[in-house]
């Protein structure tokens, strides 16, 4: 088996501006996993602005599933699994046939 390669060298000032970029993002899938949850943004919506959106688009289709409300761990796995949606698929790797059949499941 190869090795594994390395994580870059990186200076510390590179490193910190790299941890703050990831914390930023962390926060902004967090507020809009919220607003999913409190309906101040649709399914659709957050869909749609996946292609556009780099936040949005690497976020996991599974993560955003569970934020919906009324829709746990595993009725959002098992929606994934009866589409045909892998576990680690994000929202911008979705086909438009896989996007339809969840908004109808969503309804």
Known sequence: MPAMPLPPQLTPEQRQAALKKAAEARKARAEIKEKLKMGRISL???LDKG????????????S???SLPGLGKVKA????EEIGISDTRRVQGLGANQKEALLKETK
């Open 44 to 46: 659709k919506e957050l």
């Open 51 to 62: 292609a556009s959106d780099e936040m949005i688009g690497k976020m996991k289709v599974v």
């Open 77 to 80: 796995r098992r929606m994934m």
């Open 64 to 66: 955003v599933l569970e």
